[in-house]
């Protein structure tokens, strides 16, 4: 494990399971899938572009942990409860990952804790 170091912080959302927020290996940032949740772990309410700036929010408090930032993120993988929320997602994703990185999103069945959409990424470690 000397090869790898966990990350954690508490300007994000905790894990709701046995896993890291973030783990930093091989000169990458492997962030976990972020929810719509505050750095408390309450679930956003509002809409699908709250959610997904509450998300993205925590990614970027995980990678500074990291020693990383956003601008180094090369691999985005967003699960959607819903395709219909691809649009809404998209407005406010692009905000954040501006340098526009590699990129997938499915539409999941289900999600944990009923939320409708998490979001992964892979990040390059240190700054740019």
């Given at each position: 494990m000397s090869d790898m170091q966990k990350v954690f912080t508490n300007k994000a959302t905790a894990p709701v399971g046995?896993?890291?927020?973030?783990?930093?290996?091989?000169?990458?940032?492997?962030?976990?899938?972020q929810m719509p949740a505050d750095a408390q772990g309450n679930l956003v309410e509002g809409t699908i572009a709250q959610k997904t700036e509450a998300a993205c929010k925590n990614i970027v408090?995980?990678?500074?942990?990291?020693?990383?930032d956003i601008s180094r993120v090369v691999k985005v993988n967003i699960f959607l409860d819903d395709m219909a929320h691809f649009g809404e997602m998209n407005s406010v994703?692009?905000?954040?990952?501006?340098?526009?990185?590699?990129?997938?999103?499915?539409?999941?069945?289900?999600l944990p804790k009923g939320i409708p959409l998490e979001i992964e990424c892979i990040a390059l470690a240190g700054k740019a």
């Open positions: 046995p896993y890291s927020q973030a783990v930093v290996a091989g000169g990458q940032v492997y962030v976990s899938g408090a995980i990678l500074e942990e990291a020693g990383s994703y692009e905000k954040f990952f501006a340098h526009k990185p590699a990129r997938s999103c499915i539409a999941a069945k289900a």
